[in-house]
């Protein structure tokens, strides 16, 4: 009876963390047969992702959380061994394939450590952002993770303006995502102040953008419809 009750929530956690990872290809499943079985009296639907984008992890995470209805939550306080967590394999990405400067990759793991307390707060469907700080008016970092580990967005200010090469940059991060497959990237138009380097990928429907401007760098993903990019 003790094995018993010691399994049964053992096995619900399993059948959870599976239902959560197989969502995005269930959908995609109904979504295609929908496709498939539609008599369409226009052209196909251009903003759907096709089969390439499909086949990529990031690319086909990123498209279901943008079909989803986002409830914002408010910059609130969150549990911070909780957040150093969860953000702790993005950081290891990132310097595994030195996505940033050496100096950068020190200086951001140090405040995720040495940080007094975090916030976090949501604004698209499926992801959250943690707000990393040690004191008011300090350095600080803010890390963006999906509900399945994947890192959509990193920005802040560490006391450091230089070495900080934007296209170099976001090519790393591209690759850390595991998005050089798509052959179509094409830089897009720079857009705001500082060095932006944005690009863009049709196949993906991902628009990737690196910057630094004053001392504040950002670098992100975010998926992004045909029409809208040619919109921008």
């Known amino acids: ?20 990872t197989t969502l995005p290809f269930v959908w995609f499943a109904v979504r295609d ?19 390439a984008g499909r086949e990529n992890a990031v690319a086909r995470e990123l498209y279901y959380w943008r079909q989803q ?20 394999p993005c950081l290891a990405a990132l310097r595994s394939f030195q996505v940033l400067p050496e100096a950068y990759l020190d ?59 934007s296209t170099r940059v976001a090519r790393a991060y591209r690759t850390m995502l595991g998005l050089d497959s798509f052959t179509d990237w094409e830089d897009a138009e720079p857009l705001g102040h500082g060095s932006p380097a944005p690009c863009y990928s049709a196949d993906a429907q991902l628009y990737l953008v690196a910057n630094m401007d004053l001392g504040y760098f950002s670098v992100s993903v975010t998926s992004m419809a045909p029409e809208t990019y040619a919109g921008l």
Not at 33 to 51: H, I, K, M, P, V
Not at 140 to 161: F, Q
């Open 107 to 165: 200086a951001a793991e140090e405040l995720v450590a040495q940080a007094t307390e975090c916030y976090a707060d949501s604004e698209t469907a499926g992801a959250t952002t943690y707000h990393f700080s040690r004191e008011l008016n300090g350095p600080y970092l803010s890390i963006t993770v999906t509900e399945y580990g994947t890192l959509t967005g990193l920005n802040g200010k560490l006391g450091l303006a230089d070495g900080f090469d």
């Open 33 to 51: 047969r929908q496709l498939d079985s539609a008599q369409w009296d226009t052209a196909a639907d251009s903003n759907f992702l096709g089969t």
């Open 1 to 20: 009876m003790k094995l018993r009750e010691r399994w049964l929530p053992l096995c619900g956690t399993a059948l959870l963390v599976i239902l959560c």
């Open 69 to 88: 209805s986002a409830e914002t939550v408010m910059y609130q306080p969150a549990p911070l061994s909780t957040a150093q967590e969860t953000v702790a």
